[in-house]
Antibody, heavy 126, light 111 residues
Framework: QLQLQESGPGELMPSETLSLTCTVSGDYMSTNSFSWGWIRQPPGKGLEYIGTVYYSGNAYYNPSLQRRVTISLHTSRNQFSLKLTSVTAADTAVYYC??????????????????WGQGTLVTVSS | QSVLTQPPSVSGAPGQRVTISCTGTNSNIGAGFDVHWYQQFPGTAPKLLIYANTKRPSGVPDRFSGSKSGTSASLAISGLQAEDEADYYCQSYDSSLSADDFGTGTKVTVL
């Protein structure tokens, strides 16, 4: 059964770079053509899409975060990562990683997210 | 700022049927991109509830159903149970954003 687990620092100072890693159980990354995504949720608020990295290593991002975000694939380690630069208090959130599953209809790009990691809280505070 | 709009809350008595709408535009739902739904309990990660508009993953009760028409989609919960009290989110791809987006979220309360 596929499982994902986020890891990284829980606290950051403003202007620092947020770095998180998602570890994928099993050999899914090297033997399957899946995409992998990051989503965040500020305390008490809704879900916000961050971005997705394709199995090719190419990535696409939420336009509102694009200037500051990089998602990378590390297939040999069964991991993918998130970097978000110049963080502020507004970046305080629970960060989730998830598999971004390709569709089976006319749009074969990444569609739904399943499964999700348990999430990790990142707090930005001085 | 989400491009997918949901009602902030819906409520119903046990056994009733409730529906949650997800209103989009011609660059997402109306363009033919599929809609997916997630259920989230407090303090836990979202869980896939409906994918590709109408399909249920293994283990999801058939009380949950999805539909899509035009620029909107809906999630219906029939035979509402106390355990259904949670937050629900829709999600789709938006061609003008060239990215995915989540709905604003709906809290379901069982009276």
């Amino acid at each position: 059964q596929l499982q994902l687990q986020e890891s990284g620092p829980g606290e950051l100072m403003p202007s620092e770079t947020l770095s998180l890693t998602c570890t994928v159980s099993g050999d899914y990354m090297s033997t399957n053509s899946f995409s992998w995504g990051w989503i965040r949720q500020p305390p008490g608020k809704g879900l916000e899409y961050i971005g997705t990295v394709y199995y090719s290593g190419n990535a696409y991002y939420n336009p509102s975060l694009q200037r500051r975000v990089t998602i990378s694939l590390h297939t040999s380690r069964n991991q993918f990562s998130l970097k978000l630069t110049s963080v502020t208090a507004a970046d305080t959130a629970v960060y989730y990683c998830a598999r971004h599953v390709p569709g089976t209809g006319w749009y074969r790009g990444p569609n739904w997210f399943d499964p999700w990691g348990q999430g990790t809280l990142v707090t930005v505070s001085s | 700022q989400s491009v997918l709009t949901q009602p902030p809350s819906v409520s119903g008595a046990p056994g009733q049927r409730v529906t949650i709408s997800c209103t989009g535009t011609n660059s997402n739902i109306g363009a033919g991109f599929d809609v997916h739904w997630y259920q989230q309990f407090p303090g836990t990660a979202p869980k896939l509830l409906i994918y590709a508009n109408t399909k249920r993953p293994s283990g999801v009760p058939d009380r949950f159903s999805g539909s899509k028409s035009g620029t909107s989609a809906s999630l219906a919960i029939s035979g509402l149970q106390a355990e259904d009290e949670a937050d629900y989110y829709c999600q789709s791809y938006d061609s003008s954003l060239s990215a995915d987006d989540f709905g604003t979220g709906t809290k379901v309360t069982v009276l």
